[in-house]
């Protein structure tokens, strides 16, 4: 494995014999900066590769995971979010190029892996992003983070335009 390129491969013991594979665990950092709208994966961050590799017809076929870290902020309180995240990947290389990039290039027998994680991480970041599930968000009166307790504000009078479905409100507070 090179230090300088982690993710590339050498998978000459496995081209043109059938039925061969072979796992890897590859650790390094991600080369470039990452983000879908505010949700970005730092250049430099942590990437975890965990992938079998195993020789096919056409060429080589990676199948594992790539974990890593992203960072937002939350949509509801604006706060800091950040999360570590796996996300699967299966990819064919082939030695023909392909015209229409359905597949990846074996460039002198070996496979760049992050190309693949880099793809699978920006499918699956997230658009909006939540520091908790449990977020509770911004008061909408004095924009006090709820999360830190109730606000000091009197309670948003409610819109009359609504008012037709307070009918469907619970009367009365359930017992727990």
């Known amino acids: 494995m090179d230090a300088v390129r982690p993710f590339v491969v ?3 013991d496995l081209i ?3 039925g061969a594979r072979r796992h890897e665990l590859l650790t ?7 983000h879908v709208a505010e949700t970005v994966v ?3 961050a942590p990437l ?3 992938v079998v590799i195993e020789e096919a017809s ?3 076929v990676a199948s594992g995971t790539a974990k890593t870290v992203w960072t937002a902020p939350c949509r509801r309180c604006l706060g800091p979010a950040t999360s570590v995240f796996s996300v699967e990947f299966q990819e064919l290389y082939s030695h023909h190029v392909d015209p229409e990039g359905e597949t990846y290039p074996i460039r002198h027998q070996t496979i760049d892996l992050e190309l693949v994680a880099r793809e699978a ?3 699956d970041l997230p658009l909006a992003p939540l520091c908790s599930e449990a977020c509770r968000g911004l008061c909408p009166s004095c924009g006090a983070d709820l999360n830190d307790g109730p606000c000091p504000c009197a309670t948003v009078p409610s ?3 609504w008012a037709a479905l307070n009918v469907l409100l619970p009367t009365t507070e359930p017992e727990h």
């Open 10 to 12: 050498n998978v000459a």
């Open 16 to 18: 043109h014999r059938p």
């Open 28 to 34: 390094g950092q991600i080369s470039e900066e990452m």
């Open 42 to 44: 730092a250049p430099n």
């Open 48 to 50: 975890e590769i965990d």
């Open 58 to 60: 056409e060429g080589v």
């Open 121 to 123: 991480i920006l499918l």
């Open 159 to 161: 819109d009359h335009r």
